[in-house]
């Protein structure tokens, strides 16, 4: 499958068997599955939630939101399990209001699951550290 590197955002092809292997981007050598949330842009969105195929959770969420802070390390700490089953990225709804209004964002944290640029799940406030997991699982 085609992921976009959360460095450079350069397309790789990867075969299934490769996830598990620690996959490098062929432009620039970094990890493709880095375990770490990526900040997505009107700038790199396309890249990252339509052109790769890798499905992307993303959560958006503000600053000034208590809640999203608090939830961010949970987010974090999932984006490292399951490093090899999805991209984690953050929308800065302050940042990027376009993002937010192109997917009728209405409250913070709202979380959804994109796959080769079709919504496959979406979930409204911040989850427990086991609900979230159990979200992912049953949308991958
Ligand atoms: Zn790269």
């Known amino acids: ?13 990867v075969s299934d068997q490769r996830l598990s292997d620690n996959p490098q981007c062929g432009h620039c050598q970094s990890p493709l599955l880095s375990g770490v949330p990526i900040t997505l842009t009107a700038q790199n969105f396309s890249r990252h939630a339509n052109q790769s195929e890798f499905p ?3 959560d958006f969420w503000a600053d000034w939101c208590g809640p999203c802070q608090s939830f961010a390390a949970t987010f974090s700490a999932a984006a490292s399990r ?3 089953q999805y991209r984690f990225g953050k929308v800065d709804t302050q940042a990027q209001p376009q993002l937010a209004a ?5 409250s913070i944290p709202s979380l959804i699951i994109i796959k080769q ?5 979406q979930q409204a406030g911040a ?3 086991a609900d979230l ?5 049953a949308n991958s």
């Open 117 to 121: 640029g079709t919504i496959i799940a």
């Open 56 to 58: 992307i959770v993303i």
């Open 82 to 84: 399951f490093s090899q």
């Open 102 to 106: 192109q997917f009728g964002i209405r």
């Open 1 to 13: 499958m085609l992921i976009s590197c959360p460095q450079c955002a350069g397309l790789n092809r």
């Open 127 to 129: 989850l427990s550290g």
């Open 133 to 137: 997991q159990q979200w992912l699982m």
